[in-house]
């Protein structure tokens, strides 16, 4: 590099950037000109998208994936996948039914043996991912198929079908239902209690990620590994607070399955794994690491609820679902990738 | 970011090149070869499609014979009504085809406009109920092949006053869930006839094919298999999104298990995955399968298969929209309160003919 650039008159650290720089500089930005889009879309092409119980259906079909999307967001920023993730959930449902209905046990006894064991499991993948140095891709993947296996197995086992047996009669399970599965009617509008998780996980996530040192340390985790380590970032352990962080929201996640429908089926969460990792990248998560946002993830999440129900309110074939995600998707990244180009070129 | 930003103007900066120009032009000329070489190989495609014809099957085949689709127009001067149908189908199965085709048929007669979604999950199912209930549909047909799921979203039905009716699966849930009536087949009878039919073969051994875990109907089946039938069942789990694998572990099963004389698949496309198992296993089983298609119509008419229980799906779709209507119409409700049956029905080599040519335009 030459010293003849005019640029270099100027310290760049130092450069004021204006309010609207920085709104484009967002990781979320490109998702949230998406989810107008979106909105305005299915306004226009489903009478019904407009409706305020629509808005509750729409609400709680974005907030059972958001739940999941938040850490995973968080995950990815830090630069690894969780392929368990999705099947998690249904082990995590799985562990506290199945517990509680063994042991005739308080519900609330199987809900905590249930949150303990999840979280091991986060550590468990966490923990294989620094030991061995693999992969997240082939360490999550081994755990999701062992998981699979697991729910079934297990459940067959114990249960002696693939779905356990119902707790509702159980001690603890109507108090325990008003935590994780509950809901309220405003006027018209069901809302359910996972929308409120759902925003506290946002709120929780977004503080850590901004105003935490553990919200540095994952952005320089994510961003260039080795740096990070000489710099004294505890990359270990901030990796498996990462899958910790992960297996909490699958506990919750599970928790509503199970208090919502009192049986969980064992063979389900396979394939959910995929939409998390959508909704974060939908987000403005980079698939590299090192960049993106929870509130991000939290519009994916949104974007996929909208076009999943809004399919349905605008009368339209769902064989197209997948095609519609996909270019979404693709939009979506385009967009993101777009903003963020011309953000930096102008900073 | 200090970095980028430097490496952006460092590229940026005009570099005097001798290679520049030329390297543009090779990338034209590049990009022209490549639309040519795209050129050639869709005349070559369309060439050999319009010199290769095929005189027998394909698409003309399908056209000569009668269409599947719903024909006809509305019989009756009712209003408009909305109907709207969510199953636990997994994505392009041939049987929910069957159902739809049936549904449309009824829809166009009784002047209906019918929605169909499905979802193989059971929260996503539940959630799709939701969202038609918002659209204040005027009919609702579910099936309950994981009822826990749907008691809530059938409880809100009720209230928001939107009639229900289940199909397919859920014969016990139904009335409890307050739903007016349930169409289908109780498995459990389907598995009976199946095991006495076996029984009637002199059959010793058998093998039942679960092509789904967590189907409650599919394990019923199989468990009334084994209730009527004289021999010994055993049962198999295979991945039913995989057929390769479906047809290797029935292969191996097979080759350990040299008694076995039947094997029963619970689903039509897996006949023919059990039927090239033991073709590859050299075993002399008879493969018996529930339900029917066009290629399983064929195999029983050709003698590769035993017989089929046919659950008769087309059915399931057109009394479901049908019965709607005459509730809606005249409050009417078949059944006297319990389930009506659309199975089981054994379908064997004397049958066959005649169900071919329904199986190839769709509804049966």
């Given at each position: 590099?030459?010293?003849?650039?005019?640029?270099?008159?100027?310290?760049?650290?130092?450069?004021?950037?204006?309010?609207?720089?920085?709104?484009?500089?967002?990781?979320?930005?490109?998702?949230?000109?998406?989810?107008?889009?979106?909105?305005?879309?299915?306004?226009?092409?489903?009478?019904?998208?407009?409706?305020?119980?629509?808005?509750?259906?729409?609400?709680?079909?974005?907030?059972?994936?958001?739940?999941?999307?938040?850490?995973?967001?968080?995950?990815?920023?830090?630069?690894?996948?969780?392929?368990?993730?999705?099947?998690?959930?249904?082990?995590?449902?799985?562990?506290?039914?199945?517990?509680?209905?063994?042991?005739?046990?308080?519900?609330?006894?199987?809900?905590?043996?249930?949150?303990?064991?999840?979280?091991?499991?986060?550590?468990?993948?966490?923990?294989?991912?620094?030991?061995?140095?693999?992969?997240?891709?082939?360490?999550?993947?081994?755990?999701?198929?062992?998981?699979?296996?697991?729910?079934?197995?297990?459940?067959?086992?114990?249960?002696?079908?693939?779905?356990?047996?119902?707790?509702g009669d159980m001690e603890g399970f109507e108090a325990a239902k008003a935590v994780f599965a509950s809901q309220i009617t405003i006027g018209s509008v069901n809302l359910k209690v996972t929308i409120l998780w759902w925003f506290v996980l946002i709120a929780l996530a977004t503080w850590i990620l901004l105003r935490t040192r553990a919200g540095n340390w994952i952005f320089a985790v994510g961003g260039e590994k080795d740096a990070a380590r000489a710099t004294g970032v505890p990359v270990n352990k901030t990796r498996i607070g990462l899958y910790?962080?992960?297996?909490?929201?699958?506990?919750?996640?599970?928790?509503?399955?199970?208090?919502?429908?009192?049986?969980?089926?064992?063979?389900?969460?396979?394939?959910?794994?995929?939409t998390y990792i959508i909704a974060a990248v939908i987000g403005g998560c980079l698939i590299t690491g090192g960049y993106g946002s929870a509130i991000g993830s939290a519009v994916g999440a949104f974007i996929f609820g909208m076009t999943s129900k809004g399919i349905v309110y605008a009368e339209w074939n769902p064989d197209w679902f997948k095609f519609f995600l996909g270019a979404m998707l693709l939009l979506a990244t385009l967009l993101n990738a777009w903003v963020r180009k011309r953000a930096e070129a102008r900073s | 970011m200090p970095d980028t930003w430097a490496a952006g103007v460092w590229l940026n900066t005009p570099r005097p090149h001798p290679g520049v120009q030329r390297e543009g032009h090779?990338?034209?000329?590049?990009?022209?070869?490549?639309?040519?070489?795209?050129?050639?190989?869709?005349?070559?495609?369309?060439?050999?499609?319009?010199?290769?014809?095929?005189?027998t099957g394909g698409k003309r085949a399908e056209e000569r014979a009668a269409a599947a689709a719903a024909q006809g127009k509305a019989a009756v001067?009712?209003?408009?009504?909305?109907?709207?149908?969510?199953?636990?189908?997994?994505?392009?199965?041939?049987?929910?085809?069957?159902?739809?085709?049936?549904?449309?048929?009824?829809?166009?007669?009784?002047?209906?406009?019918?929605?169909?979604a499905n979802n193989a999950e059971a929260q996503q199912q539940a959630q799709l109920v939701d969202t038609y209930i918002d659209k204040k549909v005027d009919g609702l047909i579910v099936t309950l092949a994981k009822p826990d799921a749907m008691k809530d979203v059938l409880t809100k039905a009720k209230k928001a006053?939107?009639?229900?009716?289940?199909?397919?699966?859920?014969?016990?849930?139904?009335?409890?869930?307050?739903?007016?009536?349930?169409?289908?087949?109780?498995?459990t009878i389907a598995g009976e006839a199946v095991g006495e039919e076996l029984t009637k073969r002199s059959k010793k051994k058998a093998l039942?094919?679960?092509?789904?875990?967590?189907?409650?109907?599919?394990?019923?089946?199989?468990?009334?298999?084994?209730?009527?039938?004289?021999?010994?069942?055993?049962?198999?789990?295979?991945?039913?999104?995989?057929?390769?694998?479906?047809?290797?572990?029935?292969e191996a099963k097979l080759q350990t298990a040299k008694d076995i004389d039947s094997v029963v698949t619970l689903g039509a496309p897996f006949a023919d995955a059990a039927v090239q198992a033991k073709q590859q296993a050299g075993s002399e089983a008879e493969i018996d399968t529930f339900d029917l298609n066009a290629k399983v119509a064929d195999s029983l008419d050709a003698g590769t298969l035993g017989f089929a229980v046919d659950q008769q799906p087309y059915l399931q779709g057109y009394e479901a929209v049908d019965l709607l209507w005459l509730y809606r119409y005249n409050a009417d409700m078949l059944g006297g309160g319990k389930p009506v049956l659309t199975g089981p029905q054994i379908i064997t080599k004397d049958d066959a003919a005649e169900l071919k040519a329904y199986t190839k335009r769709g509804t049966r």
């Open positions: 590099m030459t010293a003849t650039a005019p640029q270099a008159e100027h310290d760049e650290r130092l450069i004021r950037t204006s309010p609207l720089r920085k709104l484009m500089g967002r990781p979320e930005l490109g998702s949230i000109v998406g989810a107008i889009a979106v909105f305005l879309f299915f306004s226009i092409a489903a009478d019904s998208f407009l409706r305020a119980s629509s808005f509750g259906t729409v609400l709680y079909a974005a907030s059972t994936i958001g739940i999941m999307a938040v850490p995973v967001a968080l995950l990815m920023i830090g630069g690894e996948f969780d392929l368990s993730a999705g099947v998690m959930v249904t082990s995590s449902a799985l562990i506290s039914s199945m517990f509680s209905y063994q042991m005739t046990a308080n519900v609330w006894v199987g809900v905590f043996v249930s949150l303990l064991v999840t979280l091991l499991i986060g550590v468990f993948n966490g923990f294989m991912l620094t030991r061995t140095k693999l992969p997240s891709f082939i360490i999550t993947l081994g755990t999701f198929l062992m998981l699979t296996g697991l729910n079934l197995g297990l459940t067959k086992l114990i249960s002696g079908t693939v779905s356990t047996k119902g707790i910790m962080g992960v297996a909490f929201a699958a506990w919750v996640s599970g928790q509503h399955l199970l208090f919502s429908y009192d049986v969980v089926q064992s063979g389900e969460g396979v394939g959910n794994e995929l | 090779d990338v034209v000329a590049r990009v022209r070869t490549g639309v040519r070489a795209l050129g050639a190989v869709l005349a070559a495609v369309l060439g050999a499609s319009l010199t290769g014809c095929s005189s001067n009712t209003p408009r009504w909305t109907f709207a149908m969510v199953t636990h189908s997994g994505a392009g199965d041939t049987f929910w085809d069957i159902v739809q085709n049936g549904a449309k048929q009824a829809a166009v007669k009784d002047n209906i406009d019918f929605l169909y006053g939107i009639p229900v009716v289940t199909i397919n699966s859920g014969t016990e849930e139904s009335k409890a869930f307050g739903a007016l009536t349930h169409i289908g087949q109780d498995e039942c094919v679960l092509h789904e875990r967590g189907n409650v109907g599919h394990e019923q089946r199989c468990e009334g298999v084994k209730k009527s039938f004289k021999g010994t069942v055993e049962n198999l789990y295979v991945d039913g999104t995989n057929m390769p694998d479906v047809q290797a572990s029935i």
